[in-house]
């Protein structure tokens, strides 16, 4: 059973690669998955919504008793960059040194292909076991992710469907397969400062105030603020300035007012609310004259030591011999949707190094490895 699951492993990734599946074209990507998983009794629902394709697939025997397991997952990838740069073309999967090339073999088609190869392993071995399992699928996660995930999740909440474990295909892992499991993200908050001032003659500084100056101190203020300590699972709130703009082009002119773009990466010991009360706190105390725009890139989530984390960490013992690092590192994921309608979200899948890079490769180690570790989670969290 794992040798024939390990070998469709391979042969699904390759399949995947050679579909130029840049966001938000799927190119064919679900619908060949679909496919497949009508073979083994899933029910499919295309969940589209602009120019993203969508796919919900779900494999009940339970009539909705049994526990959901999701794997989810994107089918879209990033540009490729210069072919020329490449030592064989991103859409020809080509192996080399144990190697799997091609954009996307581990960002993340390789999970996919391992998703559905442990899926059929696990059909084929427990036909009548009393757990469900669903894909998610979307091509807009490298994209806006506006299209994507977000609107299978609002569609399954406004149907009031929950699912019970999600395991996120990404590439989780640093050096090794099995040396990291995210078990949550954290937040992302942005905010758009403009601090007033009055423009005039550079050489007539009295009747100007240059809004620079005037938010220099703020500025300096936030950079030295320690938000909070962190946690167990996540690294300290941290806040960074990334682009500042102020004035008219010319070199005689103060200008009238200064914009401050800047950004929170936070955990759940310091919520957005209270981020926001601080940031305000700080700019009143300078008597600044300003307006302050919002946007919530990502909230915060984490799962803690359960079921889940349990299942996945002791299936990934048993064939790599590691225990896995629990991390929160890292950007943003689609779990931050998921997390809506799902209290057990983990992301897992292989080694990042080469993600998004000339060369993206996956082992192929890794390909049956990762099926293994699925497949072994399925059994625990299902049977």
Request: aromatic residues 8%; proline residues 5%.
């Amino acid at each position: 059973m794992y040798d024939n699951a390990n070998d469709n492993a391979i042969a699904y990734t390759r399949h995947l690669i050679a579909q130029p599946s840049k966001t938000p074209d799927d190119a064919g990507c679900q619908a060949w998955l679909g496919e497949r998983l009508v073979t083994l009794g899933f029910r499919l629902e295309q969940i589209n919504r602009g120019e993203t394709t969508n796919l919900w697939a779900v494999r009940d025997h339970s009539q909705g008793s049994g526990p959901l397991l999701c794997f989810a997952g994107h089918t879209d990838v990033v540009p490729t960059g210069p072919l020329e740069k490449w030592t064989s073309a991103p859409f020809t999967p080509t192996e080399r040194d144990g190697q799997l090339y091609g954009r996307g073999a581990a960002d993340m088609k390789g999970s996919i292909a391992a998703f559905l190869a442990a899926t059929e392993a696990f059909v084929a071995e427990h036909p009548h076991a009393p757990g469900r399992i669903a894909f998610l699928i979307t091509s807009d996660e490298e994209g806006p992710a506006l299209d994507g995930t977000t609107c299978v999740v609002e569609t399954l909440k406004a149907r009031g469907e929950r699912i019970d474990y999600c395991i996120v295909g990404e590439p989780t892992c640093v050096t090794q397969l099995g040396d990291t499991l995210k078990n949550g993200r954290r937040g992302s908050l942005h905010g758009r400062l403009t601090v007033q001032g009055i423009q005039g003659h550079i050489a007539y500084p009295e009747k100007v105030k240059n809004p620079i100056h005037l938010a220099a101190p703020a500025i300096a203020d936030l950079a030295a603020t320690q938000w909070d300590n962190g946690n167990e699972f996540f690294p300290p709130t941290t806040w960074q300035c990334s682009n500042i703009h102020g004035g008219t082009g010319a070199t005689n002119v103060v200008p009238g007012t200064a914009l401050i773009v800047f950004n929170f990466r936070h955990g759940t010991v310091s919520p957005v609310d209270s981020l926001k009360h601080r940031v305000h706190a700080i700019l009143d105390g300078h008597g600044l004259n300003y307006t302050l725009d919002w946007e919530i890139g990502a909230q915060p989530f984490l799962t803690g030591r359960g079921a889940l984390v349990n299942a996945l960490s002791a299936a990934i013992q048993t064939h790599t011999g590691i225990t896995p690092t629990l991390s929160t590192t890292g950007g943003t994921s689609d779990g931050r949707f998921i997390i809506d309608i799902c209290d057990e979200v983990v992301e897992f899948g292989p080694i990042n190094a080469s993600i998004h890079q000339i060369d993206e490769h996956v082992g192929l180690d890794e390909l049956r490895g990762l099926t293994a570790i699925y497949y072994h989670t399925l059994e625990t969290l299902l049977v």
